[in-house]
């Protein structure tokens, strides 16, 4: 694609960038974004109904089984060519956050070394009791771990609809979204709130918004910049038009 040769000036001269992914971005890992229809097993179920307290309660073997099967996905998944640019982007600019939707870890995977995880991480586990973390389990009769501390039923420390989120990486996000220059959305529905309102918050203190996509999102209206098309390819081209080889 044609990159709009205003974006790679200005891409330039920033000294500030935050960066928001979603599951977009994991896409061409292999890992089903969190919108696409459910296959199998799960496609009964919307993921709005899984990733709950509501839904785990009503019946936690089922919630717990979805995640398990998730994390088997995660654990074959390897960072794309999407993932390799966010982290050269990161060595490229002075001052960079990259805060991710994802639970995946495939940020870290590639090498980003400041990631800011808004919804945690699939592969830790904790007491849906009393928050002890867990590193082995095992099913009990119903089919779901428990707590070795206090026998609660074990969970995906992840963060579900209703739940807050981690409050010192949400701290962190908000302050650069408000202080950056550039700020990027990528592969993300934009219908999540609070990691919605971060693009909007950049964009009213000044920041330039480019949103990478597939498709049009409530925010494209709003950015700067919409780039349409596979993040896994966008970003490799930007980060060759930014930094030509002769320029690094
Ligand atoms: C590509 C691509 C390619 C594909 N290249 N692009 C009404 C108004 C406002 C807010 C609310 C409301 N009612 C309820 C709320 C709050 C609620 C909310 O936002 N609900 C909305 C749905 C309406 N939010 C919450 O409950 C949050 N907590 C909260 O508000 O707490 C308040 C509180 C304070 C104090 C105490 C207590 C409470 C928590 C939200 C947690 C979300 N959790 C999940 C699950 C995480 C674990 C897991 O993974 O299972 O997070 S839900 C799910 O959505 C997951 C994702 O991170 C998140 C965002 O999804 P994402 O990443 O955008 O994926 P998709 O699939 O939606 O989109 C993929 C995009 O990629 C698409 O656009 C494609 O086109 C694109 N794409 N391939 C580029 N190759
Ligand atoms: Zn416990």
Not at 127 to 147: F, I, K, Q
Not at 225 to 235: A, P, R, Y
């Amino acid at each position: 694609m044609d990159l709009p040769v205003s974006l790679i000036l200005a891409l330039r001269q920033v000294e500030r960038v935050a960066v928001l992914t979603g599951a977009g971005v994991s896409q061409e890992s292999g890992l089903r974004t969190f919108r696409d229809p459910q296959v199998g097993l799960w496609a009964q179920y919307r993921p709005e109904e899984l990733a709950s307290p509501e839904g785990f309660a009503r019946n936690p073997k089922l919630v717990w089984d979805w995640y398990a099967w998730r994390r088997e996905a995660v654990k074959g998944a390897r960072p794309n060519p999407g993932h390799y640019a966010l982290a050269e982007m990161e060595r490229r600019i002075a001052h960079f956050t990259l805060i991710t939707q994802n639970v995946d870890g495939l940020h870290r995977m590639a090498g980003s070394q400041k990631v800011l995880e808004l919804h945690g991480n699939i592969q830790r586990v904790r007491c849906s009791a009393c928050g002890h973390p867990a590193e082995t389990w095992e099913n009990d009769l119903e089919g779901v771990p428990r707590c070795e501390r206090c026998g609660g039923l074990l969970r995906p420390d992840v963060v579900w609809f209703g739940e807050a989120l981690p409050r010192a990486e949400l701290e962190a996000a908000v302050e650069a979204a408000r202080t950056c220059q550039a700020f990027f959305s990528i592969g993300t529905s934009g219908i999540v709130q609070p990691a919605a309102s971060l693009p909007f918050a950049a964009r009213n203190n000044g920041a330039m918004v480019v949103e990478i996509n597939l498709e049009p999102t409530p925010l494209t209206g709003k950015a700067h910049f919409f780039l349409q098309g596979k993040s896994g390819e966008i970003l490799p081209a930007l980060v060759r038009a930014v930094w030509p080889a002769e320029r690094a």
